[in-house]
C-alpha cells in the first residue's frame, strides 16, 4: 500500500458518497437507498408537502408496512394503525414511491424485504426511519437509522447531514461451538462492552466466525448494532455476498461483473487503523440469554442472575437493581427456573427462514407447554411461502404454535400483538426494555433455537435440555442443532 491512502471499510464507504464537506460541519452524504414505513414516515411527508416540494428521487425509494399490520388477519381494525397506514399508501401515491402493502405477497418487514429483493448491495449508503436499519450493513453497506426531519430531508435532497463517527473494529477470535447461533454472537458482544459500549462508532465485524456465517446470520449480528450504541455495524463482502446477491439481483449485461470488481475491493486495507479494535474470544462462548432491561444485561444459560452488588457502585449497580426489580427476579437463580408465558419466534432480527428452520427443528416432534403461548411470525410473506413450501408451518401447527401472516408483530407494543398484563416472554426480537413487549412484559432476549426449546420446556431451555421427540418426525439437525 505504499504512496497510497490506507483506509478501513468503514472509510471506503463513508468518502465514497460525501456530497459535501465543510469545517466544523457534519458531512452531507449521497443516498443509495431509502426505506420507509408507516411509524416513522407521516410528518416527514407533510413537511415536505408544507414545503411545496415532491421526493426528488422516489426511484430510490422503497416503502413497506410492517410495524402496526396485524399478523393473524389481513384486515386492520386498530383505528391509529389503519390511519397510519393509509396515510403511507396516499404519500406514497402522490410522491410516485414503490409500496408493498398489506396483502402484497412481497410485504414484510422493511429490514427483511429490501435484503431478500436485492434492493441492498455492498457500497451503499441506506437510511430508513427505523433504528435497525444497520441490518443491511451486512453486505457492506453503510445504514443508518434516522428520525423524522431526517427522513424529510432525504425526501427532499437524496443526501443526510452526519456527523462522521469514529470507527471500531470487533473481533470474533477463534470459532465458536456448533449449538451458539449469530444471536449469540452479538449478545455476548454487547454483554461483553456495555449496550453503549459503541456509542460513537461504526463497527465492522471481522474474524473466522463472522466468515462463516451465513448472509442472514451476517444481518442478525448487524441489526443488533444499535444494542451496542452503535451508529452502524458492517462487515466486509466476500463470496458468501456474491452468491447471495446472483440469486436476488439482476442487473444489465456487463453490470454484474462492474459491480463484483468495485465490491470485491470494500474490504479494510492491510495496516488501515481503527479507532478502538476489541477482540472477543468466542471459542467456548455458550448460547446467551439476557436476564435484565437491556441488550448488555445479558449471560450464558448456564449461569444465575447476577447480584446487583457484582457490578460497580452507582449507575452501573442502579440499573441492575431496578432491572431485577422490573423483571421480578432473584440474584442466584438459575436462568433455566424461570418459567416463560409467551415465547415469540420473528422480527427482524430473527425472522428469516434460516431462523424458521432452526426452530422448526427444535420443535419437529415435540409440544409446546400447555401453558406457554408461541407466536410464530415470518420476516415476510415470501419467508411465509418459503416456509410453507418447505412444511415447515406444519411442524409448528402440530406442536401448538400460531402461524402468523409477515409483521413486526410482538418486537414492539404499538400493534394487536403486544401483550397484556404481567407477562415473561423468550422472545428472538432486539430489544428488552421496561414495557417494550408490553406495558408489564419481561422479555427475555435469545435465539431462535433456545426460543423454541424454552417453548417446549414451559422454561428457559436450550434443546439439549428436552426429551427425544416422537418418532413420526425425523432430525435434519440443522446448523448442527440437534431435534
Known amino acids: 500500500m505504499t504512496g497510497r491512502l490506507r483506509r478501513n471499510l468503514i472509510e471506503k464507504v463513508w468518502e465514497s458518497h460525501v456530497v459535501d464537506r465543510s469545517p466544523g460541519e457534519p458531512d452531507l452524504l449521497y443516498v443509495d437507498l431509502h426505506l420507509l414505513h408507516e411509524a416513522s414516515s407521516p410528518q416527514a411527508f407533510d413537511g415536505l408537502r408544507l414545503a411545496g416540494r415532491r421526493a426528488r428521487r422516489p426511484d430510490l425509494a422503497l416503502a413497506l408496512e410492517d410495524h402496526n399490520v396485524p399478523t393473524n388477519t389481513l384486515l386492520v381494525k386498530d383505528a391509529l394503525g389503519r390511519a397510519q397506514l393509509e396515510r403511507l399508501r396516499e404519500n406514497c401515491e402522490e410522491q410516485g414511491i414503490e409500496l408493498f402493502s398489506l396483502g402484497d405477497d412481497r410485504q414484510g418487514i422493511v429490514h427483511v424485504v429490501a435484503p431478500e429483493l436485492g434492493f441492498v448491495r455492498p457500497g451503499m449508503t441506506v437510511v430508513c426511519g427505523d433504528s435497525h ?35 471500531m473494529a470487533v473481533e470474533f477470535v477463534g470459532e465458536p461451538p456448533a449449538d451458539v447461533t449469530p444471536k449469540d454472537l452479538i449478545l455476548a458482544l454487547i454483554a461483553h462492552i456495555g449496550a453503549n459500549g459503541a456509542n460513537g462508532y461504526a463497527i465492522e465485524y471481522r474474524g473466522k466466525a463472522v466468515e462463516n456465517l451465513s448472509m442472514e446470520g451476517r444481518m442478525t449480528v448487524c441489526n443488533m448494532s444499535i444494542e451496542a450504541g452503535a ?27 462492474e459491480a463484483v470488481t468495485h465490491w470485491r475491493s470494500l474490504v479494510t486495507d492491510e495496516g488501515a487503523a481503527f479507532d478502538r479494535v476489541v477482540h472477543l474470544d468466542v471459542a467456548g462462548l455458550k448460547p446467551f440469554v439476557t436476564w435484565g432491561t437491556n441488550p448488555g444485561q445479558a449471560v450464558p444459560l448456564d449461569a444465575e442472575v447476577p447480584d446487583p452488588h457484582s457490578f460497580a457502585a452507582g449507575a452501573e449497580q442502579e440499573a441492575a437493581r431496578r432491572a431485577l426489580e422490573y423483571m421480578a427476579l432473584e440474584p442466584g437463580t438459575a436462568m433455566r427456573e424461570l418459567v416463560v408465558d409467551t415465547v415469540f419466534i420473528g422480527s427482524c432480527t430473527n425472522g428469516r427462514i434460516e ?24 420476516g415476510s410473506m415470501a419467508v411465509r411461502a418459503q416456509a410453507e413450501a418447505e412444511g415447515l408451518h406444519q411442524v409448528f401447527l402440530d406442536a401448538g404454535a400460531q402461524w402468523r401472516f409477515s409483521g413486526c408483530s410482538m418486537c414492539m407494543g404499538i400493534n394487536a400483538d403486544r401483550l397484556e398484563g404481567i407477562q415473561r416472554v423468550a422472545s428472538t426480537s432486539n430489544r428488552n426494555y421496561e414495557g417494550r413487549q408490553g406495558t408489564r412484559a419481561r422479555t427475555h432476549l435469545v435465539s431462535p433455537v433456545l426460543a423454541a426449546a424454552s417453548a417446549v420446556a414451559g422454561r428457559l431451555a436450550a434443546p439439549v435440555d428436552l426429551p427425544a421427540p416422537e418418532s413420526r418426525y425425523a432430525s435434519t439437525e440443522l446448523q448442527g442443532v440437534p431435534a
Not at 139 to 166: C, I, M, N
Not at 355 to 378: E, F, K
Open 133 to 167: 436499519t444497520s441490518t443491511h450493513g451486512a453486505f457492506g453497506a453503510l445504514a443508518f437509522g434516522v428520525g423524522t426531519s431526517d427522513v424529510e430531508h432525504v425526501l427532499a435532497t437524496q443526501t443526510l447531514a452526519l456527523q462522521r463517527p469514529k470507527t
Open 231 to 257: 451508529r452502524a455495524g458492517l462487515i466486509a463482502p466476500d463470496d458468501t455476498t456474491l452468491s447471495y446477491l446472483r440469486e436476488r439481483w439482476h442487473p444489465s449485461s456487463g453490470e454484474w461483473d
Open 355 to 378: 431462523d424458521l428452520r432452526a426452530a422448526a427443528d427444535v420443535l419437529r416432534g415435540r409440544t409446546v407447554a400447555p401453558a406457554v403461548d408461541l407466536l410464530v411470525v415470518p
